[in-house]
């Protein structure tokens, strides 16, 4: 799924933070924040409590490893590891830790959701050629034909020896887990240099490090792609992993109906019902995918899932009714900003 499918976007994340560093100010520590752009969003590092030259080095070394995983994974970059196996998908390409990692958590991810979050829709999404305004929507033939190359299933992973092998026509996009795993890897790069209170947050994906309680900004998700609408808040206790995803920050009207861009890999249509879901998550590796995939699966079938697989989920339909799931009580409060 696309780096930019998530309802927590750059806003969300300064949301979240005006409010975590309001609060933290109110309790005493010190807190220091550094930003730097990557994956097409704002990546930010908040860190409190600690000394400022180890918050700035152990930073920049959190930031170091989300470029080096970004050269890595982004399709967008005609020389990452992703660009090449997209080129001659048919072809055996070694690949590194952190690609093997992210198509790994992908498989198990697109397992636990009964296909709906697939890393390799993206014939799909280029066939609805969302960034170009399209004023058609594809054939019904061209999406049939093209949905013989969607299928994560028949992606072939070689863990031992570091490979990856598809087949012909089908192509990867790893843009809606590469954020959130970057995000945990950030996260745990600060731990290792000895910051133990923060967040991190990679344009509205975050992962809060401290266990003490965060209180996060939602987006509303019927706001204009330039408002800045609070739709309410969420007080998590950390540590904690919360990420959502949302079909309205990218989308097309074409003859007057308007589409989302998270398409269900098993139709090749756009999803509807939904307008985000939110998962918090004690494995954040696999929170943005399930995000992903629930928005993909529609409002019933998603409402199953939540409760089927205990998932802490906070979902907002179409008409702005909210939905909590079981297991969303246990780890978080809403408080309504409407």
């Known amino acids: 799924m696309d780096a930019k499918r998530k309802a927590l976007t750059a806003f969300i994340g300064l949301a979240a933070l005006a409010f975590l560093i309001f609060n933290a100010n109110q309790a005493g520590p010190v807190s220091y924040k550094y930003t730097q752009p990557a994956m097409g969003t704002i990546f930010n590092i908040t860190v409190y409590g600690a000394q400022e030259n180890n918050a700035r080095d152990s930073s920049r070394k959190a930031f170091s490893l989300l470029h080096s995983i970004e050269a890595e994974l982004s399709r967008f970059r005609d020389d990452s590891e992703l660009s090449s196996v997209n080129k001659q998908p048919a072809s055996s390409h070694k690949i590194s830790g952190h690609f093997l990692d992210c198509v790994k958590q992908s498989i198990a991810v697109g397992d636990l959701t009964q296909g709906y979050f697939d890393i390799t829709f993206l014939p799909l999404y280029k066939a609805w050629d969302w960034r170009n305004d399209p004023k058609n929507e594809p054939s019904a033939g061209t999406l049939e034909a093209l949905l013989k190359s969607v299928g994560y299933k028949k992606i072939k992973l070689d863990e031992k020896n570091s490979s990856i092998c598809l087949m012909p026509g089908m192509m990867l996009d790893l843009g809606g887990v590469a954020k959130g795993y970057s995000v945990v890897k950030m996260a745990e790069s600060l731990k290792a240099s000895g910051i133990h209170d923060a967040i991190v947050n990679g344009g509205g994906d975050l992962v809060i490090t401290s266990k003490r309680a965060y209180v996060i900004g939602l987006r509303s998700p019927f706001a204009g792609r330039n408002e800045e609408a609070v739709f309410g808040k969420i007080i998590v ?14 989308f097309a009207e074409i003859n007057g109906k308007k ?11 756009p999803a509807s019902g ?10 954040p590796e696999r929170a943005p995918g399930i995000s992903a995939g629930i928005i993909a699966m529609g409002e ?37 900003g409407r």
């Open 259 to 269: 589409y989302g861009h998270i398409i269900d890999p098993h139709t090749g249509y």
């Open 300 to 336: 019933k079938r998603a409402k199953e899932f939540v409760e089927n697989k205990n998932i802490a989920a906070f979902l907002i339909n179409e008409s702005g009714e909210v939905y909590m799931s079981k297991k969303f009580f246990s780890l978080a409060r809403f408080i309504d």
């Open 237 to 250: 206790e950390g540590p904690a992993a919360v990420f959502t995803s949302g079909d309205y920050e990218q």
């Open 274 to 283: 939904l307008k985000s879901a939110t998962v918090i998550d004690e494995n």
